[in-house]
Every structure is written in structure tokens, then in C-alpha cells.
């Protein structure tokens, strides 16, 4: 049984940064891909950035390219979504996601292709 934990959201200025958390518990992590996604109050949530179960291999929306970087620790069981030059429509609430992958370069972008997911956390930026 796979559970997500996110932590690391709040309040931040525009301009500003945050490193949100991803904490996996369960069995073998290091053969999960693992993607973030947000929703925005009254709209659809919507692909941030996936990477591949061996950290190879990243995806980005356009949006946030060259701004948010991925990354995975598959000692310390845990992703992260670093956010760089966070702007008022960065605000959101933040999920993660797992789905267990057998090829090292999968990197997922769609919600269906994920197994499991965290209730989120959310980030607020202030212009």
C-alpha cells in the first residue's frame, strides 16, 4: 500500500521560492515514477512535472519550465518540487503522485496514468 504525504507549501511573495515535499511509505520506491499537479480554486487540476523512476528522465508544463525543477531522493524515499520565481498564478493546491513503472525512462504526464496520490498542500503567492 503506497501512501503520499506533501509538505513544504505556505505563503510566499512573488518573485519568491518554495520547495514542496513529497513523502513516499511503502514498498520500492526507487521503481515509482513520481509527478506533481495542481489545481487552482475553481478551475481543473492541471500536469506540473513528472519524472522517470530512476531520475533520468523530466517533463514540465509549459508554464513552469525553467522555473519548478523535479527531483527524486530514493534514499530518503521522497520528491520534491523546487519553485523558483513563483508568480500569483502559481497559487494552488499541490499533489503528488506515484504509479509504479517498469521502464526507467517512463515519465507519465496524464492524471490516469497514476496510481496513487496525496490530499496536497497548498501554496500561496502574494503579488
Known amino acids: 500500500q503506497v501512501q503520499l504525504v506533501e509538505s513544504g507549501g505556505g505563503l510566499v511573495q512573488a518573485g519568491g521560492s518554495l520547495r514542496p515535499s513529497c513523502e513516499f511509505s511503502?514498498?520500492?520506491?526507487?521503481?515509482?515514477?513520481m509527478g506533481w499537479f495542481r489545481q487552482a480554486p475553481g478551475k481543473e487540476r492541471e500536469f506540473v512535472s513528472t519524472?522517470?523512476?530512476?531520475?533520468?528522465?523530466?517533463i514540465y508544463a509549459h508554464s513552469v519550465r525553467g522555473r519548478f525543477t523535479i527531483s527524486k531522493d530514493n534514499a530518503k524515499t521522497t520528491a520534491y518540487l523546487q519553485m523558483n520565481s513563483l508568480k500569483p498564478e502559481d497559487t494552488a493546491v499541490y499533489s503528488c503522485?506515484?504509479?509504479?513503472?517498469?521502464?526507467?525512462?517512463?515519465?507519465?504526464?496524464?492524471?490516469?496514468?497514476?496510481?496513487?496520490w496525496g490530499q496536497g498542500t497548498q501554496v500561496t503567492v502574494s503579488s
Open positions: 511503502g514498498r520500492s520506491f526507487s521503481y515509482y515514477a
Open positions: 519524472i522517470s523512476r530512476d531520475g533520468g528522465s523530466t
Open positions: 503522485a506515484a504509479v509504479f513503472s517498469t521502464g526507467y525512462s517512463y515519465t507519465p504526464t496524464r492524471e490516469v496514468d497514476f496510481g496513487s
